[in-house]
Each structure stands twice: as C-alpha cells, then as structure tokens.
C-alpha cells in the first residue's frame, strides 16, 4: 500500500526565514499531491495542487515542488511568520478506481518571533 | 464559501451507545467522506461516497456505517460504540469534477467512556 513519510518531530525556525517541509511517498506515483494546513482542533485547509507533470507550483509565499524519480515533495514558506505556524499535511490523489486522498501525518511547523 | 459542518463539537458517549455523526455541505459535492484522526496515525479514511445513495468502505470500516439518502448529507453511524472508538472524526467533501480539493468540516471530539 501507498506510505507516505512527514519528517513526525516539529520544524522550529524563526520569523522571516524560509520553512522547508518534506514529503516523502513509496510504490507508485499519485496523480496529484496535495498540501493542507491544520490548526489545532480544526478540520484541515487546502493550499495547493501539484500535478504529476508539474516541478513546481506558486501561491504567494507558498511553493510546493514535485520530484516524481525522488518521490518527494517539497513544501517551502517564505518569510515566515507567526501566523503561519500549524501542522501541514502532504496528501496524495490515488489514480486508481476512485481517487481517494491518502494523507501524511503531518508535520508541526513553529515559528517564532 | 463552501461550508461543511458537523453536528457537534464535541460529544460523550458510554460504551456500547449507538452514535450519530451528522454532516452537511452546501456546495452541491458529489462526493463526501468520512476520517478519523489520532496521534500518529493522521487522517484514516472510514467511509466515503461518490453519490446519493452510494457508498464505498474506506480503509477502516470496521465498526461503523453510513448514510446518504440526500446530496447534501453523509452520516457515520456507530453501532455499538467501544472506547477505542475515541477520537476526531472529520467529514469532508469535494466536487468530482476538478482539482480534488476537499473542504473538511471542524471535526467532532468524541469521547467513549
């Protein structure tokens, strides 16, 4: 079965530095990958789609790159703040029969001030 | 803004209750899911369906059921509820048309004493 591998210890940097989060996938390669934002004891938030075509993807301070021969995925904020700290979640689109999402466990990002 | 919500915050059962989880989008969804999540495991799918009337078991049904007689509304039904049962319960839902992003509700705590 599809395993999927976040770094499970918390990202500590601080505010303005570049966070850097990983995603790393075994057995073959999901349609799409995804990347959610999750606040404590809220339901998780979408941020971005990658496509299996696709090496890179931008949303204002987000890029999330897609290495399909590592089988990874990148997830960098820059200038981070603050606000930006929460668990981030790495999610693939299965691309067999129905297209489920097989999520990540998450990794926490600190950041402080 | 799509909105999906859940019948409750938070929620208290004894072992051995039956318990509804009731969710509800507004978006139209054809498709709508049902996950739990606990420390470590991250987010495991229990049920899903892609219509009205359909549903598909995820990869961990076991002790559960669900239900969906309309569009808008996916219920996860515990028979007999067991402290292992314990946990968030997240509803999400998305189109089937384009980009597979799912929109989650808050999340249910349920605790089984």
């Known amino acids: 079965s599809q395993k999927i591998e976040q770094n499970s210890e918390a990202l500590n940097i601080q505010e303005g530095k570049t966070a850097t989060l990983t995603c790393n996938y075994t057995?073959?390669?999901?349609?799409?990958l995804q990347w959610y934002r999750q606040d404590p004891g809220r339901g998780p938030v979408f941020l971005l789609l990658i496509r299996e075509n696709e090496k890179e993807k931008r949303k204002e301070r987000l890029k999330v790159t897609f290495d399909t021969t590592l089988k990874q995925s990148l997830f960098h904020i820059t200038a981070s703040q603050p606000a930006d700290s929460a668990t981030y979640l790495c999610?693939?689109?299965?691309?067999?029969?129905?297209?489920?999402?097989?999520f990540g466990t998450g990794t926490r990002l600190l950041v402080s001030p | 803004d799509v909105k999906v919500t859940q019948s409750s915050r938070y929620l208290v059962k004894r072992t051995g209750e039956k318990v509804f989880l009731e969710c509800v989008q507004d978006?139209?969804?054809?498709?709508m899911f049902w996950y739990r999540q606990d420390p470590g495991l991250g987010l495991r799918l229990i049920y899903f369906?892609?219509?009205?009337?359909?549903?598909e078991k995820g990869d961990i049904p076991e002790g559960y059921s669900v239900s969906r007689e309309k569009k808008e509304r996916f219920s996860l039904i515990l028979e007999s509820a067991s402290t292992n049962q314990t946990s968030m319960y997240l509803c999400?839902?998305?189109?089937?048309?384009?980009?597979?992003?799912?929109?989650f509700g808050p999340g249910t705590r349920l605790t089984v004493t």
């Open positions: 999610a693939l689109l299965m691309n067999t029969g129905f297209q489920k999402l097989v």
């Open positions: 999400a839902s998305r189109t089937a048309r384009d980009n597979y992003e799912q929109y």
């Open positions: 057995n073959y390669s999901p349609a799409y």
């Open positions: 978006m139209d969804h054809e498709n």
């Open positions: 369906s892609y219509d009205v009337k359909m549903k």
